[in-house]
Structure formats: structure tokens, C-alpha cells
């Protein structure tokens, strides 16, 4: 079972530069999620997607855009990197966004600015 | 404002012996709580979540961990220490009041098992 698959794995972009990072489930969740992790702070929330055609800001989204491109597929694009935005970045997914819904993580995509 | 507290970024503890991580949360109503694990260059894994019903939840792996309200913690609790519990330990909160039900992460504890 693959469950939520992220690409790419490690990233290094120049400051200015754009990308997007990719990120896809298989379990037919209707809730998507990204995160950053940065070390002593654990994860925040910058976007979120309850369902299919809904996109909604957590709690670091500024330099960042999402778009929920069907069900499956739910990607977050950095249009113009800084070095604040080196970080690991994990997807996840959940059947709901109903309280005590466990997510499902990827496997995180490592991204340096330089 | 952080509402998950995980006490202790680092907590060391020789094999077989008891393993605790603590976590305190603040919530104006009643939360639910989770807990999950990250081993190295890994995703994150659930080890146990308290919603509603009995406090003393157990997981996977031999983790257990109790909702105690009167104190505001949930802390993460495993008998016996193994060398493949080393990883890093995220308490987490579902905030009805903010983001709708997201996740809330503290700040993660990382776990050394010695020999």
C-alpha cells in the first residue's frame, strides 16, 4: 500500500527560485494537509484542503499557494524561495477532518534555500 | 498561543527501563489527543490516540498513555525500553476551536535508548 506519497524527497533551490511540491493518496481521503517541521517547533499547518475544490490557510501559510488538483493529488507551491523556508515538508491525509481522525504522513521532502 | 507543552526535548533512558514522555495540553473544551512517532528520515506513524471513553489507551508497540483531565496531560508511557524505540515523539491536540479539527504538534521529544 503506497498511502500518501510525496516527491521529491530532497530539494535544494536558490533564493528567488520557484517549485512545487508534489504529494498524492491512494486511500480515497477527502481531507489533505501540508506541514512544515523545523527543529523544537514540531509541525505547523500551512494549508489545508478539507475536501475536493476547498482550500483553507493554517497556521504559517505566507509564502506559500496550494491546490487541490482532484481528490487524490494536493500539491504546494513556493513561488518565490527564501532561506526562512528551509524545512522539511510532510503531506498527510485523513478520511474526514472530523475530531479524533487519524492523518496518514508522507515520508517528508527535505528543502534547502540557499 | 502553543496548546500541546511536550516536556523535555531529549529524554535518554537505558534499555529495559521504564520510558516516559510527557505532554500537558491547554483546552477550553475537551480535546482529543494523539500521539505519534517519526523514526529516522521517516513520515510520521500513530502510536495511540484518547478520544472519548476509557483514559488508559494503548498502542502500538507496547505504548500506553492516560488522559488525565485534573492535570491537563497526557503522558506517553512504555515499560520496557527496546533500542528500536529511538525515534522522535510528537504529542498532538485536535483544535475544534481553530483550523477546524486539525492536528496541533508540540514540539516533539526525541528518544535515546542506550545499552
Known amino acids: 500500500n503506497a498511502g500518501v506519497t510525496q516527491t521529491p524527497k530532497f530539494q535544494v533551490l536558490k533564493t528567488g527560485q520557484s517549485m512545487t511540491l508534489q504529494c498524492a493518496q491512494d486511500?480515497?481521503?477527502?481531507?489533505m494537509y501540508w506541514y512544515r517541521q523545523d527543529p523544537g517547533m514540531g509541525l505547523r499547518l500551512i494549508y489545508y484542503?478539507?475536501?475536493?475544490?476547498?482550500?483553507d490557510k493554517g497556521e504559517v501559510p505566507n509564502g506559500y499557494n496550494v491546490s487541490r488538483l482532484n481528490k487524490r493529488e494536493f500539491s504546494l507551491r513556493l513561488e518565490s524561495a527564501a532561506p526562512s523556508q528551509t524545512s522539511v515538508y510532510f503531506c498527510?491525509?485523513?478520511?474526514?477532518?472530523?475530531?479524533?481522525?487519524?492523518?496518514?504522513f508522507g515520508q517528508g521532502t527535505r528543502l534547502t534555500v540557499v | 498561543a502553543q496548546s500541546v507543552t511536550q516536556l523535555g526535548s531529549h529524554v535518554s533512558v537505558s534499555e529495559g527501563a521504564l520510558v516516559l514522555l510527557r505532554c500537558n495540553y491547554s483546552?477550553?473544551?475537551?480535546?482529543?489527543l494523539f500521539w505519534y512517532v517519526q523514526y529516522p528520515n521517516q513520515g510520521l506513524q500513530l502510536l495511540l490516540k484518547?478520544?472519548?471513553?476509557?483514559?488508559l489507551v494503548k498502542g502500538i508497540n507496547g505504548f500506553e498513555a492516560e488522559f488525565k483531565k485534573s492535570e491537563t496531560s497526557f503522558h506517553l508511557t512504555k515499560p520496557s525500553a527496546h533500542m528500536s524505540d529511538a525515534a522522535e515523539y510528537f504529542c498532538?491536540?485536535?483544535?475544534?476551536?481553530?483550523?477546524?479539527?486539525?492536528?496541533?504538534f508540540g514540539a516533539g521529544t526525541i528518544l535515546r535508548v542506550k545499552s
Open positions: 484518547y478520544t472519548t471513553g476509557a483514559t
Open positions: 483546552s477550553s473544551v475537551p480535546p482529543y
Open positions: 498527510a491525509s485523513s478520511a474526514t477532518t472530523g475530531l479524533g481522525t487519524e492523518a496518514f
Open positions: 486511500m480515497n481521503h477527502n481531507s
Open positions: 484542503s478539507a475536501s475536493e475544490g476547498t482550500t
Open positions: 498532538a491536540v485536535s483544535r475544534p476551536m481553530e483550523y477546524g479539527n486539525k492536528l496541533v
